[in-house]
């Protein structure tokens, strides 16, 4: 099974804060890699797909880059409502998801 | 819009079965792979089941495979999820989530979720 490793497990950020989540994948995906967010009680979010692409509806302050085996997730601009845990999952054989990084506001 | 809704959840003894259900709308249900996701407390995320289109391809990761099953009716919308020799690992919120099945696969659109434990 592919491996996804995130990095950090948790992290705070202020308001308008510049934010970066990484994940590493244990071999090469090519790009088939999704971002999803996850608030208390609530299910899951998709974010980015195709490790760039944003999905319908998602505010542009996020962005995704990477390919192979090194994929980020950015927020450009810490806001209250981005607070949760953020997920990446790849595509590329079976689905494996990262454990997760745990965002707070500061 | 899309909405995903699952039914079907609650409390069952270790070795036992049980069925999951999760009703579609909002989309043509037809179109599109369908999965199961599900949650352990406080735990993360792990794929349990996805199913095409039609339903002659499924696909598990070997921690469910042989226990449990996928199936959809495509005339009621509807998939399910046939869990048997359940365990108490297999507690969980479990999710119906639309796959995007292709060159990129991911899971699009999520439900609330309904959760299972497995306990005597």
């Known amino acids: 099974d592919i491996q996804m490793t995130q990095s950090p497990a948790s992290l705070s950020a202020s308001l308008g804060e510049t934010v970066s989540i990484e994940c590493l994948a244990s071999e090469g995906i090519f790009n088939n890699l999704a971002w999803y967010q996850q608030k208390p009680g609530k299910s899951p979010q998709l974010l980015i797909y195709g490790a760039s692409s944003l999905q319908d509806g998602v505010p542009s302050r996020f962005s995704g880059s990477g390919s192979g085996t090194q994929f980020s997730l950015k927020i450009s601009g810490m806001q209250s409502e981005d607070e949760g845990i953020y997920y990446c999952q790849q595509g590329y054989k079976n689905y494996t998801f990262g454990a997760g990084t745990r965002l707070e506001l500061k | 819009e899309v909405q995903l809704v699952e039914s079907g959840g609650g409390l069952v003894q270790p070795g036992r079965s049980l069925k999951l259900s999760c009703a579609a709308s909002?989309?043509?249900?037809?179109?599109?792979?369908m999965a199961w996701v599900r949650q352990a407390p406080k735990k993360g995320l792990e794929w349990v089941a996805t199913?095409?289109?039609?339903?002659?391809?499924?696909y598990y990761p070997d921690s469910v495979k042989g226990r449990f099953t996928i199936s959809r009716d495509n005339a009621k919308s509807s998939l399910y999820l046939q869990m048997n020799s359940l365990k108490s690992e297999d507690t969980a919120t479990y999710y119906c989530?639309?796959?995007?099945?292709?060159?990129?696969?991911?899971?699009?659109?999520w439900g609330q979720g309904v959760m299972v434990t497995v306990s005597s």
């Open positions: 989530a639309r796959h995007r099945y292709g060159g990129y696969s991911y899971f699009d659109y």
């Open positions: 909002g989309f043509t249900f037809t179109n599109y792979y």
């Open positions: 199913i095409s289109t039609s339903g002659s391809r499924t």
